[in-house]
């Protein structure tokens, strides 16, 4: 089951800040944060695993909610590099092998 | 460090004819995972091998496609006839050991259009 992205899209002025969930229907075991950039690969960002929270780098950090099966994303004092979309990818603990992606969440940040 | 190579980035072919992906991955990396990405389905698991061995082909979407590891550092990806709607940009991904807290590393991509 596909993990559900909110929103779709974002639309920054530099400085600002955003939030980016990921929810799933099943019991997750792991969800993991990548950013991609228009014509270029995914990029990873961090890992959150059940019973635990992962702060990655910059000003990027992330939650993970067990009982509602939900991460979000938090993306504080936004800079011009942020622009891209965000791809969660989730596992549950019988394959927590293989990664099932959102749709993505679109996000510009404006000077 | 070098990482996961993927060729060509950019492929154009008529209908009908046979295509053929190619993967190195990081050295050392023992999961490699080839996806299809595109608009309206996003990011898709195509098949992962560990250790060369694959592992979970329940992503490959029929017997037009196939996926080989002969050795660690290769692996092909195959469509063979190839159809328009098979056109989407495909990935490559490598990690270590594959377990939840080890990230999947990309490659840039191949940008496929099937005429």
């Known amino acids: 089951q596909q993990p559900v992205q909110s929103p779709q899209a974002v639309i920054l002025r530099e400085g600002e800040d955003a939030v980016i969930n990921c929810s799933s229907s099943?019991?997750?075991?792991?969800v993991h944060w990548y950013r991609q950039k228009h014509g270029e690969a995914p990029v990873f960002l961090m890992i959150?695993?059940?019973g635990g929270e992962q702060k990655g780098h910059e000003k990027i950090s992330a939650s993970f909610n067990e009982k509602k099966q939900q991460s979000s994303l938090y993306l504080t004092a936004s800079q011009l590099s942020y622009s891209g979309t965000y791809f969660c990818g989730t596992s549950d603990a019988g394959n927590n092998r293989k990664l099932i992606w959102g749709l993505g969440t679109s996000l510009a940040v404006n000077p | 460090d070098a990482g996961v190579i993927q060729s060509p980035r950019h492929e154009v072919t008529e209908m009908g004819q046979e295509v053929t992906l190619r993967c190195k991955p990081i050295?050392?990396?023992?999961?490699l995972f080839w996806y299809r990405q595109t608009m309206m389905r996003g990011l898709e698991l195509l098949i992962y091998f560990n250790n060369n061995v694959p592992i979970d082909d329940s992503g490959m979407p029929e017997d037009r496609f196939s996926a080989k590891m002969p050795n660690a550092s290769f692996s092909t990806l195959k469509i063979q006839p190839s159809e328009p709607r098979d056109s989407a940009v495909y990935f490559c991904?490598?990690?270590?050991?594959?377990?939840?807290?080890?990230?999947?590393?990309f490659g840039d991509g191949t940008r496929l259009s099937i005429l």
């Open positions: 099943k019991a997750l075991y792991s």
């Open positions: 959150l695993l059940k």
């Open positions: 050295s050392g990396h023992d999961y």
């Open positions: 991904a490598s990690s270590f050991s594959g377990y939840s807290n080890q990230p999947q590393h």
